[in-house]
T-cell receptor, first 113, second 113 residues
Framework: GENVEQHPSTLSVQEGDSAVIKCTYS??????FPWYKQELGKRPQLIID?????GEKKDQRIAVTLNKTAKHFSLHITETQPEDSAVYFC????????????FGTGTRLQVTL | KAGVTQTPRYLIKTRGQQVTLSCSPI?????VSWYQQTPGQGLQFLFE???????NKGNFPGRFSGRQFSNSRSEMNVSTLELGDSALYLC????????????FGSGTRLTVV
């Protein structure tokens, strides 16, 4: 089955700096890669996703890049703010019937003032 | 529009008992998936239902079961509870045949004592 590795497990950046979280996946058939943000005591919230027919996607301060050949994808957050502090999870899946998300182990991002 | 609703939010049960958790998906979403979240194992897929049928199942023992009703609401049942079943149980809904854009509920925090 699919296996997703995520690094780093913790990341501390100063406000205004950029943060990068990296994930690798094992199943070359995976074609959908979402990123979720989970604040303490709250539900995971989808912040951005990318499909395998696209190499990069951007939404304001957040961007995701995908390298299908190397089977890795990354989340980039620019101009970080204290409210970006949370745990971020990457995931991979094969869309269509019987799809399921395989998650990475999470990255705890702390943005300091 | 209303999000994914999970009830109850918190539950304390004794080892050996059984428990039933409920999930109402976003209106129009017919696919419901369940995930277990623990500090040690992260987010793990339990099963997915569509049109009252289980389409996919994760690697959990048979004590974990579920069902889906004709209105797409889903229930998850855990029998003969063990201490290790203490976790946050998350339900996610998405449009069928796509597997994109999973939206999570706030979860049910189950504590087994």
């Amino acid at each position: 089955g699919e296996n997703v590795e995520q690094h780093p497990s913790t990341l501390s950046v100063q406000e205004g700096d950029s943060a990068v979280i990296k994930c690798t996946y094992s199943d070359s058939a995976s074609n959908y890669f979402p990123w979720y943000k989970q604040e303490l005591g709250k539900r995971p919230q989808l912040i951005i996703d990318i499909r395998s027919n696209v190499g990069e996607k951007k939404d304001q301060r957040i961007a995701v890049t995908l390298n299908k050949t190397a089977k890795h994808f990354s989340l980039h957050i620019t101009e970080t703010q204290p409210e970006d502090s949370a745990v971020y999870f990457c995931a991979a899946s094969k869309t269509g019937t019987a799809s399921k998300l395989t998650f990475g182990t999470g990255t705890r991002l702390q943005v300091t003032l | 529009k209303a999000g994914v609703t999970q009830t109850p939010r918190y539950l304390i049960k004794t080892r050996g008992q059984q428990v039933t958790l409920s999930c109402s998906p976003i209106s129009g979403h017919r696919s419901v998936s369940w995930y277990q979240q623990t500090p040690g194992q992260g987010l793990q897929f339990l099963f997915e239902y569509f049109s009252e049928t289980q389409r996919n199942k994760g690697n959990f023992p048979g004590r974990f079961s579920g069902r889906q009703f004709s209105n797409s609401r889903s229930e998850m049942n855990v029998s003969t509870l063990e201490l290790g079943d203490s976790a946050l149980y998350l339900c996610a809904s998405s449009l069928p045949w796509e597997g994109y854009g999973y939206t999570f509920g706030s979860g049910t925090r189950l504590t087994v004592v």
